[in-house]
């Protein structure tokens, strides 16, 4: 491994750890859904992240940052923080399983229910994920 691999892939654990850290001051009302969109967008827009495929475990990371980065237009709200930190949470070698829970999680997902769950808060595109408008 050449040392800036081995760079790369320190950053990505401390990636990890600040993500985890948004979402449970996030949960615990610390922080609100803006912060967390602009800390984390600030984080995508830093550098160019590569992409790696669903059995890599950076994988993981750089998908949860990248939900984040767009939680707005996502419509990720604090019911969905169990979900992201056990899928941020994948053990080594189970990434595979990870990423189908993931999926299956949005995928049954109520999404009309979600829409009128946000419907009071500006914050939120109104145009989200699985809409038609």
């Given at each position: 491994?050449?040392?800036?691999?081995?760079t790369?892939?320190?950053?990505l654990?401390?990636?990890?750890?600040?993500?985890?850290?948004?979402?449970?001051?996030?949960?615990?009302?610390?922080?609100?859904?803006?912060?967390?969109?602009?800390?984390?967008?600030?984080?995508?827009?830093?550098?160019?992240w590569?992409e790696?495929p669903?059995?890599?475990?950076?994988?993981?990371?750089?998908?949860?940052?990248?939900?984040?980065?767009?939680?707005?237009?996502?419509?990720?709200?604090?019911?969905?923080?169990?979900?992201?930190?056990?899928?941020?949470?994948?053990?080594?070698?189970?990434?595979?399983?990870?990423?189908?829970?993931?999926?299956?999680?949005w995928?049954?997902?109520?999404?009309?229910?979600?829409?009128?769950?946000?419907?009071?808060?500006?914050y939120?595109s109104?145009?989200?994920?699985h809409?038609?408008?």
């Amino acid at each position: 491994m050449s040392s800036s691999t081995h760079t790369f892939d320190a950053n990505l654990l401390e990636l990890k750890e600040l993500l985890r850290s948004l979402l449970l001051r996030w949960k615990s009302g610390e922080l609100d859904e803006r912060a967390v969109h602009e800390e984390a967008d600030t984080l995508w827009a830093e550098k160019e992240w590569p992409e790696y495929p669903d059995d890599d475990s950076r994988s993981v990371t750089l998908e949860v940052l990248s939900q984040l980065s767009s939680l707005n237009a996502q419509w990720i709200i604090t019911d969905d923080i169990a979900a992201i930190l056990s899928f941020l949470d994948t053990p080594p070698g189970q990434e595979k399983q990870g990423w189908e829970r993931w999926q299956e999680y949005w995928d049954t997902l109520d999404w009309v229910k979600r829409r009128q769950s946000i419907s009071n808060n500006p914050y939120y595109s109104r145009i989200g994920p699985h809409t038609e408008d």
